[in-house]
């Protein structure tokens, strides 16, 4: 495994990154569900899950062309924080 010249200034676990990467997808479709509340729901939606999924699959290719790695668990925890975020945002437009 390849470190990246960051890890020793900002040490953290392997479990910690994905926990961030869970958090930051999550807060990402939050984000645009509330930065676009005059649009019809369902396109929110429609909206913030693709733009959320898209900005943690272009951090991956910057991490690959800048010294590091793409890890499939990085866009595994991305989803899984998107499809929390929609499942929250859903939830507070239909119920």
């Given at each position: 495994?390849?470190?990246c010249?960051h ?71 991305d ?6 975020g ?10």
């Open positions: 495994m390849r470190t010249k890890c020793l200034r900002f040490p953290y676990e392997k479990g910690m990154d994905k926990v961030l990467h869970v958090a930051i997808s999550f807060l990402l479709v939050l984000a645009w569900g509330c930065a676009v509340v005059h649009m019809p729901k369902w396109v929110v939606l429609l909206v913030a899950v693709p733009w959320a999924l898209a900005i943690g699959f272009l951090k991956e290719l910057y991490d690959m062309n800048h010294g590091g790695e793409f890890s499939w668990d990085d866009i595994i925890a989803i899984v924080g998107v499809v929390l929609a499942g929250l945002m859903a939830a507070v437009f239909y119920l």
